[in-house]
């Protein structure tokens, strides 16, 4: 199990900050393939951090408990990694839109 981004995230960029195992990346901006940001879910440990910390509250601690309209977002934080574009070196402050 692995915590799951949803298509809520508005790109905020405050989990990327305190993600221990740094496991969450942000899509490619201006690509419509890739609009938020994604978990590993090979990689997250489970801490919940990510979460406690989104202001918008995309994130889900488990597959389960993903609302069923945004269940294909499971798929898509695992796509992410295993098709690409995956991990990269990235700016945050680049990255991000704050509301
Ligand atoms: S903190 Fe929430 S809104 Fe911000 S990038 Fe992470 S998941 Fe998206
Ligand atoms: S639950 Fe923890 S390890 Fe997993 S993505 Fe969130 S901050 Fe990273």
Redesign the pocket.
């Known amino acids: 199990m692995a915590y799951v981004?949803?298509q809520?995230?508005?790109?905020?960029?405050?989990?990327?900050e305190v993600c221990p195992v740094d496991c969450?990346v942000?899509g490619p901006q201006g690509k419509a393939d890739w609009p938020?940001?994604y978990i590993d879910p090979g990689t997250c440990i489970n801490c919940g951090a990510?979460m406690a910390?989104?202001?918008?509250?995309?994130?889900f601690p488990s597959e389960e408990e993903v609302p069923a309209e945004y269940a294909g977002d499971i798929e898509l934080n695992r796509r992410f990694f295993t098709e690409g574009p995956g991990y990269r070196d990235f700016d945050l402050e680049k990255e991000?839109v704050r509301?």
Do not use: M, S
């Open positions: 981004i949803t809520l995230c508005t790109r905020a960029g405050n989990c990327v969450i942000p938020y940001f990510c910390v989104c202001p918008v509250d995309a994130i991000r509301a």
